[in-house]
């Protein structure tokens, strides 16, 4: 997994999103899915934790979690969304189980607007028809 936290930063930088996605996307489930889900968040959190052995960013983080849970079959979703922040538009990337996100709370992430959703096979899924933000 810490070979894929250092090669996923090169790779967004050489693959536009979408065709990064599909490319992470990997099944191999060879213990049962809740616990070795359970293993992969552990990691993720140990290397983008605290003390931090990699810089928190949160497309990197969450691209890592994405596949290492697929590989899992735990079913992820990667969504990207935006919110208007004070110096114009926010971004932030975030993995979700069962519409749980994974890293964060659901608080946290209250002000961000889904603008993609990656779900199996590294797909993008349509998005629900949302109001126009005020």
Do not use: K
């Not at 552990?42 to 596949?67: K, V």
Request: charged content about 25%; some cysteine; glycine content about 6%.
């Amino acid at each position: 997994m810490i070979a894929w936290a250092l090669v996923i930063p090169v790779l967004a930088r050489l693959f536009p999103l979408p065709s990064l996605v599909r490319r992470l996307w990997h099944e191999q489930a060879s213990e049962p899915q809740e616990r070795r889900a359970e293993r992969v968040l552990t990691l993720a959190r140990a290397i983008y934790g605290r003390r931090r052995p990699l810089r928190d960013n949160c497309l990197f983080r969450s691209l890592l979690t994405y596949r290492f849970l697929a590989e899992a079959s735990a079913d992820p979703r990667l969504v990207v969304g935006v919110r208007r922040g004070t110096g114009g538009i926010d971004g932030h990337v975030w993995v979700t189980l069962r519409e749980d996100p994974v890293h964060e709370s659901s608080a946290s992430l209250a002000e961000f607007r889904p603008v993609l959703i990656f779900g199996p096979l590294g797909r993008a899924e349509p998005l629900e028809e949302l109001p126009p933000s005020e």
